[in-house]
């Protein structure tokens, strides 16, 4: 990214809104980079194309590693793409700075995919605190509905609160499992299992056909027990193949009919807002780490704290205190 004062934000955000695919690469750079002057623009960009968002479906998709997912985005958002849709695909890793990034292969995963004109693929920015990945993100696909993306599907590459993060994000969540026995439901995730709107069992094809069919009423009698996340939808279990795209498109209706659901009963915009305020407190979190760590006059400070409380000689809440006060 070149200097703050070469960026024209109006013309940037106008390449954007007319579907520039360059435009939007470059205004998500823009929200990616740490410099201050940087990420003032970013800010003024995204407020002023906020106007032009919020009309995509959003879809978090997640799985443990083998489970398919770069197949299963490949083959799903083909299969939007002819039906008139665009798809932009984003990730979440919060691993990448240390593991240098799983989805740097995904443009090969994804080869027809990111083979298509009406297809955006991007991975998440290797700054690896989930939160600043997280946050940029959102603003990512901020950029990418008001680029004119009907779709996008945001792909957690990381395990635990990464899964949290992008449900918090996206309208519709999708965990994505493996066919096994019964026993390998004793390993169940059940924080995971909580947060899908939807079970989709893969690799439904051949001899694993029957024994994806078992999985899945497993996994159904499985959410029996637990508490939907909303009482106007109770998540299905679905089976399908990527290698085959059977399924696929009932898995897409299953999408549909969520937004119906959850829009006739206020949920959907309740969901909504709720993500707006979750947004403003995480990036307030970042906002005051970024200037802990900037502000040399305030770090030199909080490392004198730590060194006291590392020697005991100050408990944590006491610095906490301190360290709060150093903000104002």
């Known amino acids: 990214m070149t200097g703050s004062k070469s960026i024209d934000i109006k013309t940037l955000a106008r390449d954007l809104r007319s579907g520039s695919r360059a435009a939007l690469a470059r205004a998500i750079t823009l929200v990616e980079s740490r410099r201050g002057d940087h990420q003032a623009l970013a800010r003024e960009l995204v407020q002023m194309l906020l106007p032009d968002t919020g009309k995509a479906v959003r879809v978090g998709i997640t799985g443990s590693p083998g489970v398919g997912k770069s197949t ?35 443009k090969t995963r994804m080869a027809r995919l990111s083979a298509s004109n009406d297809a955006f693929i991007r991975p998440s920015p290797s700054s690896g605190t989930l939160g600043g990945v997280a946050a940029k993100t959102r603003e990512a696909m901020l950029l990418c509905e008001a680029a004119g993306f009907d779709v996008v599907l945001v792909e957690t590459v990381g395990i635990g609160q990464s899964e949290t993060a992008v449900c918090d994000m996206t309208d519709f969540f999708l965990a994505l499992m493996l066919p096994g026995g019964g026993d390998e439901l004793q390993g169940i995730k059940k924080g995971l299992v909580e947060l899908a709107d939807m079970i989709a069992i893969n690799k439904a094809d051949g001899d694993n056909l029957k024994r994806a069919n078992i999985t899945a009423a497993d996994y159904r009698g499985a959410l029996h027990i637990l508490s939907p996340r909303s009482e106007h939808w109770h998540p299905p279990v679905e089976t399908y193949s990527a290698l085959t795209g059977d399924g696929i498109a009932k898995l897409w209706q299953k999408v549909l009919d969520h937004r119906k659901a ?6 959907f915009a309740a969901r909504r807002r709720e993500q707006q305020v979750k947004w403003m407190w995480s990036m307030l979190e970042q906002r005051m780490l970024a200037r802990l760590r900037s502000e040399a006059s305030v770090r030199t400070k909080v490392r004198k704290i730590e060194a006291e409380v590392a020697e005991g000689h100050l408990t944590p809440a006491l610095a906490a205190e301190q360290i709060l006060e150093l903000l104002q």
């Open 72 to 106: 299963t985005i490949d083959v799903l958002g083909t299969y939007l793409i002819e039906q008139g849709n665009k798809v932009a695909v984003l990730a979440v890793d919060p691993s990448s700075a240390r593991s240098g990034g799983s989805i740097l292969g995904d």
């Open 262 to 267: 959850m829009n006739a009963s206020g949920d």
